[in-house]
């Protein structure tokens, strides 16, 4: 004889569900982690891809001007409605923006006029490549060239700097308006991702301070972008090659830099001094 069988229901109970939620929600926030990470190399790759385009495109200028390079300024008016620069020195500006008005930022600095009017628009053709992804800014370039290649004088070829040998620079400096002045393309600084916290526009060449102690307190002139992939900046050198660099002292420097406090030496200044123009300025 057949017995019927109960209807039984199987339902999960609450700590099941408690569970699978949890689950769950590990799972997104790995996915979330993974993403994240996954855009972050992605950018990385672009910074680095637009920064060697830079770097070549200042490399086939040379080759078509007898050797001499992009300038790294991107202003050629200053303060005062005059200029410091040569003509020769206007005319290889890889972004020019003439500063027509006295004491203002010059606002076309910001537009793809500065872009089109510099040397290396011929070379590079394309307002994305002078930007980074990453750049919270409305501004259209986030890179500098370095502010000790392509000058005839010292720094940008800025009077301020400029000297016999520049101020606070090692007597065996010398210019380096051409490729053939370079002594170590491998290792100095082409092109580097640039942040410029205090002003709306990125100004001219990337520079920290290479005097010695004896001289001049060693600082920060311009500051690295690196905030926008938290700890790194993007390097090209000047033979085309790349670096992610990894700030020792990232948590100290960024905290200055709110603080609107003066930064000093550090091993990143260190190590920022010494790819500026190495052979050149003395250590």
């Known amino acids: 004889m057949n017995t019927p069988q109960a209807n039984h229901r199987t339902a999960f109970t609450l700590i099941e569900v408690l569970v699978v939620i949890a689950m769950i929600g590990v799972l997104l926030g790995v996915l979330i982690v993974s993403l994240s990470t996954v855009q972050d190399s992605a950018k990385t790759a672009s910074d680095l891809s637009n920064q060697s385009q830079i ?27 005059g200029t410091d620069l040569t003509q020769d020195a206007l005319d290889r500006m890889w972004v020019r923006d003439d500063w027509e008005t006295p004491n203002t ?6 537009g793809v006029e500065a ?29 500098s060239l370095n502010a000790f ?7 940008d070829d800025y009077n301020g700097y400029a000297g016999n040998p520049p101020p606070n620079l090692g007597a065996n400096y010398i210019p380096c308006p051409t490729l053939s002045r370079i002594p170590l393309p491998s290792r100095t600084l082409g ?4 942040e410029d916290p205090e002003y709306p526009n990125n100004w001219n060449g990337f520079l920290v301070h290479p005097g010695w102690p004896s001289t001049a307190i060693p600082q920060w002139m311009d500051i690295p972008a690196w905030d ?33 406090d ?17 052979g050149r300025v003395q250590n």
């Open 55 to 81: 770097v070549k495109a200042n490399i086939n200028h040379a080759t078509d001007h007898k050797g001499r390079l992009l300038h790294p300024r991107t202003v050629g008016d200053d303060a005062s409605g």
């Open 105 to 110: 930022i010059p606002t076309a600095a910001t």
């Open 115 to 143: 872009l089109q009017a510099g040397a290396a628009w011929e070379y590079i053709g394309n307002e994305d490549s002078y930007r980074s992804a990453s750049d919270p800014s409305v501004r259209l370039r986030s890179y």
């Open 149 to 155: 290649v392509g000058v005839n004088k010292g720094a």
């Open 191 to 194: 092109c580097i991702i640039e």
């Open 228 to 260: 926008w992939t938290p700890g790194r900046v993007t390097i090209a050198y000047m033979d085309g090659s790349t670096e992610n660099y990894r700030l020792s002292d990232y948590e100290e420097l960024t905290e200055m830099v709110q603080d609107h």
């Open 262 to 278: 003066v930064i000093h030496e550090s091993v990143d200044y260190e190590f920022f001094k010494d790819i500026m123009l190495p």
